[in-house]
């Protein structure tokens, strides 16, 4: 069984304040997404690593995953209220991309 | 823009009662994927649809779960009997083949369990 570990569990942080979060696992992984959720709604993907080693920038949000393709991280840059929800990693691997989602990470940011 | 469409967006049922659930996929999408997702935690694969085949289905509880998607296009997943442990947000989400897992996700529905 693959398993994403993220930590930390919770952040809370005041509005304007850097953070970063992690995504562990002892599994390869084909290709790693990250979403994040508003309560009471779906996940909407934020983006997706394929190549180990990768960075994406999403204009305050950085990503990247590892060079073995087991670790991603999610920084964030001068964080807004707008940011606050909850940020799941999920892992693909497999012939039929089967995905396996991480542990979350709630954010709150403080106005 | 494409949206998976999901209904009802809530369900309060009695236990021992059936429930089920509907999913419409984005256009073109041959995987679709329902997951069980407890407030605040991750969500957790029920099932997985390529097209009209169920290619991952070992963590749904086939004694009271059921899923199909007939046409290989819409999907419903039921519930009967219901238990107050069913309570959740069900999602649906589907994806291109091929697009290295990336998948998009309906508003989900709340199922209340009294």
Same mark, same amino acid.
């Given at each position: 069984? !693959?398993? #994403?570990? !993220? /930590?930390?569990?919770? #952040?809370?942080?005041?509005?304007?304040?850097?953070?970063? &979060?992690?995504?562990?696992?002892?599994?390869?992984?084909? /290709? #790693?997404?990250?979403? %994040?959720?508003?309560?009471?709604?779906?996940?909407?993907l934020l983006v997706?690593?394929?190549?180990?080693?990768?960075?994406?920038?999403?204009? %305050?949000?950085?990503?990247?995953?590892?060079?073995? %393709?087991?670790? /991603?991280?999610?920084?964030?840059?001068?964080? !807004?209220?707008?940011?606050?929800?909850?940020?799941?990693?999920?892992?693909?691997?497999?012939g039929y991309q089967? &995905?396996?989602?991480?542990?979350?990470?709630? #954010? !709150?940011?403080?106005? | 823009e494409a949206e998976?469409?999901?209904?009802?967006?809530?369900?309060? +049922?009695?236990?021992?009662?059936?429930?089920?659930?509907?999913?419409?996929?984005?256009?073109?999408?041959? +995987?679709?994927?329902?997951?069980?997702?407890?407030?605040?935690?991750?969500?957790?694969?029920?099932?997985?649809?390529? $097209?009209?085949?169920?290619? $991952?289905?070992?963590?749904?509880?086939?004694?009271?779960?059921?899923?199909?998607?007939?046409?290989?296009?819409?999907?419903?997943?039921?519930?009967? *009997?219901?238990?107050?442990? $069913?309570?959740?947000?069900?999602?649906?989400?589907?994806?291109?083949?091929?697009?290295?897992?990336?998948?998009?996700?309906? *508003?989900?529905?709340?199922?209340?369990?009294?």
């Amino acid at each position: 069984t !693959q398993l #994403l570990e !993220q /930590s930390p569990q919770f #952040l809370s942080i005041q509005e304007g304040e850097n953070l970063t &979060v992690y995504c562990n696992s002892s599994s390869v992984f084909s /290709s #790693l997404q990250w979403y %994040r959720q508003e309560p009471g709604e779906g996940p909407v993907l934020l983006v997706t690593v394929v190549t180990g080693g990768e960075v994406k920038k999403l204009k %305050r949000l950085t990503f990247q995953f590892g060079d073995a %393709r087991k670790d /991603s991280s999610l920084h964030i840059t001068a964080a !807004q209220p707008g940011d606050t929800g909850l940020y799941l990693c999920a892992g693909s691997a497999g012939g039929y991309q089967k &995905v396996t989602f991480g542990t979350g990470t709630k #954010l !709150q940011v403080i106005p | 823009e494409a949206e998976v469409a999901q209904s009802p967006r809530y369900k309060i +049922t009695e236990k021992s009662q059936a429930v089920a659930f509907w999913c419409d996929p984005i256009s073109g999408h041959a +995987t679709l994927y329902w997951y069980r997702q407890i407030l605040g935690q991750g969500p957790e694969l029920l099932v997985q649809f390529q $097209d009209e085949s169920v290619v $991952d289905d070992s963590q749904l509880p086939k004694d009271r779960f059921s899923a199909e998607r007939l046409k290989g296009v819409d999907s419903t997943l039921k519930i009967q *009997p219901a238990e107050l442990g $069913d309570s959740a947000m069900y999602l649906c989400a589907s994806s291109f083949a091929g697009t290295s897992g990336s998948q998009y996700f309906g *508003p989900g529905t709340r199922l209340t369990v009294t």
